[in-house]
Each structure stands twice: as structure tokens, then as C-alpha cells.
């Protein structure tokens, strides 16, 4: 899921007209003391990288939900008693300031979470989306997977591209090792196979490169993608267990929580919903309205505490997705040497630790 510069489709569109605001996120929590002067409320940073669900973040500056660096906090900022900087970056970055330590906490899938979480153990405070066709596999003179057979497919190798390539064939009872995957970055492959390439006749990109692909090169096919394994790749919210024990740590986790789940009722309010995914394309390669939403339908969001709530305590992606989405990753050597962190649901032990908490504080003052 590495980010690469956008790639301009339409004119860009105005910017969001301010998002509604929910009130209190439990009867505690409903009214925190906040000081006159905003020096004083406790700042935690977020990294974040263009990518549908986590364009949500800059969509809520727009909007007021949270305030600009140095600037009058937001509304939500205001609730919590805490204020959030984004650090808007490419995503490998996010990955590395996320790792060092440079940043609270950072938006990754739960595949990149594990490398970091080895040297700096973390919570994954909420899901925010999983791919379920936004990473395809597109061929021009290939009918079928079996025609793929011993022929390259390129794409980002060590990454999320190529965790779903092996996936898919293993679903499908196929081995990989028949089935080459050669590195390539995600924005030359696509230009490749647009243009007509000869050494280029099978790719694995995400949106927008896939849907622009598609469209560009009628002769292009879709010949498997990642809804046949689903809830494999999750887009998520991870959180430094140092900054969680920080002062006023637990409150920006729930902070966090709740901008998203703002952001989403926008989204799903037919009264704001135009603006809401214009707002998103502006963040997310200037795509149209139109065209975010087919890319928020490929790329389905945990748009409720409670949908989120639900993956993280699914017995079967406790104990059937995330082993796999381990031992794949030390298959194809994203895992640096091999070693996996610890993993745990609701145990601050582990190095990687899926924590529901934060998201039913925030569905407690939701649903009042």
C-alpha cells in the first residue's frame, strides 16, 4: 500500500461544508474540562497517507472537527480535552516515524503493523476499512488464471500487493511458486499495462491505479482481486503503548475514534454525502464524487464502533485470519527476518495488541 503521487482524474472539487457534530462519548466523558489556553490540552500526533478511509482524517480538519496546528481546537478536540497534528505523509514514511517513534500513532493495515510492533509494542485501537476489490490483478492477453501460469505479474513485492496475490491462489488451491511476481512500483506498472507495454502483460495495483487502468486499456481484464479473501487486509488505526500511558493518552484514542465515525455519518447522510466523498477525492488522487465511491465500495469501511467492535472480536479472525496473515507475511519475507510479534485481543502483554475498548467508549456516547 505504498502511496505514490496522485493521479489527477477531474478538476478538483470544493472543499467540505463542516461535518455534524455527535455529543459525548460516555457521561463522564461527555463534558471534559478544557483550559482557555490550548497550550495546555495534551497533543498527540497522528501519521497518516492518502487512502480512502484514512483521507477521513484530513476531511475532518476541513470541517472543523479538529483545528488547524496552532489554531483553535475543533470541535471533537474540545469534547476530549485533547488535540491531534496530523503528519500527512506517504505511507512508507508513516511507517517508518510510526516505528522510530516520532509519532502517537499512525494509520496502517494490519500487515504493516507487525514489523514495527517488534520494536515498539502498540494497540490497534480501531479498523477502519478491509479491501474487498481494491487490490486487483489485471492482465491484457491473459484470459484466466490458469493462462497466468508462468507468466510475471508485477507489482510491489513485500507488501500488501503481493500478500494478496499469494493469498487469492492459495484460496483457490494454486501454488504461488508457479505463479511469478516480479517488483515493480505500483505507478509504472499501471502506465505499462495503459500504454501497451510488451514486457508488461499482468499487474497488481490498488485504486486509483486500478480503476484508471481499466479504463484506459479496454483490452484489460480483471482476473482476480481481494474480495475472494475477505477480511485479510485491514486498514487500521494503530497506537503507541507509550503514548496510550501518556497523560491524556486514552482520551486521544477515543478522540481519534470518534472524528472517524463523524466523518462516516457524513458519509452516510444522504444530505451530506455529496460533499462528504467530494471532500475524500480532493484527499485521494482528485477523484470525482462518483468515482470515491466506487473506490469506498471496494475499499468497505468499519463505518460504525460497532462493526469494528465485531471484526476485532470475530473468534475466527483471532484465530484463523491474523496466524495466516502472519505466516504469509514470513513467506514472503515482509517480516524482517522472519519474526513476528506477539499477537493479542484485549491483552496489553503482547506486542501487537487489538484493543475494542476505545471504540464502545465511543459507542456509548453515540448511541445516547
Same mark, same amino acid.
Given at each position: 500500500m505504498k502511496i505514490v +503521487? %496522485? !493521479?489527477?482524474?477531474?478538476?478538483?472539487?470544493?472543499?467540505?461544508?463542516? @461535518?455534524? &457534530?455527535?455529543?459525548?462519548? *460516555?457521561?463522564?466523558?461527555?463534558? +471534559? %474540562? !478544557?483550559?482557555?489556553?490550548?497550550?495546555?490540552?495534551?497533543?498527540?500526533? @497522528?501519521? &497518516?497517507?492518502?487512502?480512502? *478511509?484514512?483521507?477521513?482524517?484530513?476531511?475532518?480538519?476541513?470541517?472543523?472537527?479538529?483545528?488547524?496546528?496552532?489554531?483553535e481546537p475543533g470541535s471533537l478536540e474540545k469534547k476530549w480535552g485533547v488535540r491531534i497534528k496530523l503528519e500527512v505523509k506517504d505511507y512508507d514514511p508513516c511507517i517508518t516515524m510510526f516505528g522510530n517513534g516520532s509519532v502517537d500513532a499512525c494509520c496502517l493495515t494490519n500487515i504493516d503493523s507487525l514489523n514495527p510492533a517488534l520494536g515498539r509494542p502498540c494497540t490497534a485501537i480501531m479498523p477502519t476499512s478491509t479491501s474487498v476489490g481494491a487490490d486487483k490483478v489485471i492482465a491484457v492477453g491473459i484470459d484466466d488464471i490458469a493462462a497466468l501460469k508462468g507468466k510475471k505479474t508485477h507489482g510491489l513485492s513485500k507488501s500488501v500487493s503481493q500478500f494478496m496475490f499469494v493469498r487469492v491462489l492459495q484460496s483457490k488451491g494454486l501454488d504461488p511458486k508457479d505463479y511469478p511476481f516480479d517488483n515493480l512500483d505500483p505507478a509504472a506498472a499501471a502506465t505499462a499495462l495503459q500504454t501497451g507495454s510488451k514486457d508488461v502483460q499482468s499487474i497488481c495495483v490498488w485504486n486509483p491505479f486500478a480503476l484508471q487502468t481499466l479504463r484506459t486499456n479496454k483490452q484489460a481484464k480483471t482476473l482476480f482481486d481481494s474480495s475472494a479473501i475477505p477480511e485479510e487486509i485491514i486498514d487500521m488505526v494503530v497506537m503507541g503503548n507509550d503514548?496510550?500511558?501518556?497523560?491524556?493518552?486514552?482520551?486521544?484514542?477515543?478522540?481519534?475514534?470518534?472524528?472517524?465515525?463523524?466523518?462516516?455519518?457524513?458519509?452516510?447522510?444522504?444530505?451530506?454525502?455529496?460533499?462528504?466523498?467530494?471532500?475524500?477525492?480532493?484527499?485521494?488522487?482528485n477523484l470525482s464524487a462518483d468515482d470515491m465511491r466506487i473506490c469506498c465500495k471496494e475499499t468497505r469501511f468499519y463505518s460504525t464502533p460497532e462493526a469494528g467492535t465485531k471484526l476485532f472480536q470475530n473468534t475466527d479472525f483471532q484465530t484463523k485470519t491474523m496466524p495466516t496473515v502472519v505466516k504469509t507475511c514470513q513467506a514472503i519475507g515482509i517480516l524482517d527476518n522472519g519474526k513476528a510479534p506477539t499477537i493479542g485481543f484485549g491483552d496489553a502483554t503482547k506486542q501487537l495488541n487489538f484493543d475494542t475498548q476505545y471504540m464502545k467508549k465511543v459507542a456509548a456516547g453515540l448511541s445516547k
Open positions: +503521487p %496522485k !493521479v489527477a482524474l477531474v478538476i478538483p472539487v470544493v472543499l467540505v461544508a463542516a @461535518l455534524l &457534530t455527535i455529543t459525548g462519548c *460516555s457521561k463522564d466523558e461527555q463534558k +471534559p %474540562k !478544557v483550559s482557555d489556553n490550548n497550550t495546555e490540552m495534551p497533543t498527540f500526533t @497522528l501519521a &497518516t497517507s492518502e487512502y480512502p *478511509s484514512w483521507s477521513t482524517f484530513m476531511v475532518a480538519r476541513k470541517a472543523g472537527l479538529i483545528g488547524k496546528d496552532g489554531g503514548s496510550l500511558k501518556k497523560e491524556g493518552g486514552e482520551k486521544f484514542a477515543c478522540l481519534v475514534c470518534d472524528i472517524y465515525y463523524n466523518v462516516c455519518q457524513r458519509m452516510d447522510n444522504p444530505k451530506s454525502a455529496d460533499l462528504t466523498f467530494k471532500a475524500l477525492g480532493e484527499d485521494f488522487s
